[in-house]
């Protein structure tokens, strides 16, 4: 099956500097890529996704960048806020559409 | 607005009781999950459904069973908790041909 890794796992950033959030995947044919956020006593929630035949997709300010050859992709969060603080999963998605998470990345933006 | 609903949030028992954890949306969704988040991990799918009267286990072992009667509802028990069932249990839900999922806020256990 999909195995997926995010790094780091926890990140403390200065409000308004960037943060960025990277995973690797295994399964050369996943080809579906969310990022959820999920805040305290909530459950995640969609932030951006990207599918396989995009290389980067942004949302204000957030991006998310592909590289299909590597296996990797990553979150890039600009002009950090401190409701940015949160726990961020990456995800990967297989032929059946199941979603395969990383381990989770835990932002601190500090005031 | 939630559209995703997990009873109860928080649940402290005794080892060997009986639970069930409920869950209900409002979407129209076929596709409903359970996961299961300990602290500082990744989510683990411990059970999903594809439609009524289908189920299935998921990537991680669970003691737990599950069922899909209505279209909407995705109960999850515990026939006999014991406290490595201690946990937080997310359901979730999406359209058929699509993996984007809407959480619940999840259903926190503690068995003791």
């Known amino acids: 099956g999909e195995n997926v890794e995010q790094h780091p796992s926890t990140l403390s950033v200065q409000e308004g500097d960037s943060a960025v959030i990277k995973c690797t995947y295994s399964d050369s044919a996943s080809n579906y890529f969310p990022w959820y956020k999920q805040e305290l006593g909530k459950g995640p929630q969609l932030i951006i996704d990207?599918?396989?035949?995009?290389g980067e997709k942004k949302d204000q300010r957030i991006a998310v960048t592909l590289n299909k050859t590597a296996k990797h992709f990553s979150l890039h969060i600009t002009e950090t806020q401190p409701e940015d603080s949160a726990v961020y999963f990456c995800?990967?998605?297989?032929?059946?559409?199941?979603?395969?998470f990383g381990a989770g990345t835990t932002v601190t933006v500090r005031a | 607005e939630a559209d995703i609903y997990q009873t109860p949030r928080y649940l402290v028992i005794g080892t060997g009781k009986k639970i069930t954890l409920e869950c209900s949306q409002t979407m129209g969704h076929d596709k409903m999950y359970w996961y299961q988040q300990d602290p500082g991990m990744e989510l683990h799918l411990i059970h999903y459904?594809?439609?009524?009267?289908?189920?299935e286990k998921g990537d991680l072992s669970s003691e737990s069973t599950v069922s899909r009667i209505r279209t909407e509802h995705f109960p999850l028990t515990l026939e006999s908790a014991r406290p490595s069932h201690t946990s937080q249990y997310l359901c979730?839900?999406?359209?058929?041909?699509?993996?984007?999922?809407?959480f619940g806020a999840g259903s926190r256990l503690t068995v003791l």
């Open positions: 459904s594809y439609g009524v009267n289908s189920t």
């Open positions: 979730a839900s999406s359209t058929s041909g699509a993996n984007v999922l809407t």
């Open positions: 990207i599918r396989s035949n995009v």
């Open positions: 995800a990967a998605s297989d032929h059946d559409y199941k979603l395969s």
